[in-house]
């Protein structure tokens, strides 16, 4: 029998909203799933949001996670943040590896998955992103560009596979318009289990939640997430309204 994965949706705030707008947002989306346990909600505004976030929506299911970290636990590493100082805000999630941080920012796969092993280290659930270029696809390369990409960035976790959250972002879809078909979301999310499977074995394989991220909105999501191996969404443009990330969540629920 296929194993149960329960979805998971997480809004990617990224640079946007004060304070004041970030905690009206996140009251808004947990008023809007006040009666919605069978999804995973993560919600991961940018660090200056995380208090009065994770303070909007105490008490209720919706979890917090960021949207980067670094890998050192202290010292003179001007404007970065650690993982103690993300669990300190009742972080439970981290974002790793988004294609924005690979392209502007310089995050390799080997930055990835010092920030992943010390993620799992200090018990976040690190949401690791890969994804291919347009160039890349076109050229056929698709499957390897996601193959190398994830045996780099989850290289030796040892006893901890099982904690990983895998988002699936063909770069050429993030804040484009442009959406994977879904045809092409589960081919990916297949190889992108089988890989895994590779690395850390066929249990772990079976677990791993697959999210897939690029111009999700409430219209899409629901084919999107009815694939076999698309275990829920990273949602980045639609989930800075709440009625769209309200709809994208509810589109998770098991025959809803
Ligand atoms: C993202 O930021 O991870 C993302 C998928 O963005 P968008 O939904 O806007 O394409």
Known sequence: MAKYR???VAGNWKMNLSIAEATELASSVARGLAEVREVDVVL??????????????????????????????????TGEISAAML????????????SERRTHFGDTDEVVNRKV?????SSL???????????QREAGETN?????QL????????????????????????????TAAPAQAQDAH???RSVVGEIAGSEVADSLRIQYGGSVKADNARELMSQADVDGALVGGASLESRSFVEIVRAGVPND
């Open 125 to 135: 659930e690190p949401i690791v992103c890969v994804g291919e270029s347009l160039e």
């Open 144 to 148: 390897e560009v996601l193959e190398a």
């Open 6 to 8: 329960k979805k998971i």
């Open 190 to 192: 297949a190889w992108i």
């Open 87 to 98: 669990r300190g805000l009742f972080c439970r999630y981290v974002i790793l590896g988004h």
């Open 44 to 77: 991961c505004p940018p660090f200056t949001a995380l208090g009065a976030v994770g303070d909007a929506i105490s008490g209720g299911s919706i979890k917090l996670g960021a949207q980067n970290m670094y890998w050192e636990k202290d010292g003179a590493f």
């Open 117 to 121: 092993r010390t993620a799992l280290e």
């Open 151 to 178: 045996r780099a960035s989850l290289a030796d976790l040892g006893a901890d596979y099982g904690k990983v959250i895998v988002a699936y972002e063909p770069v050429w879809a993030i804040g484009s318009g442009l």
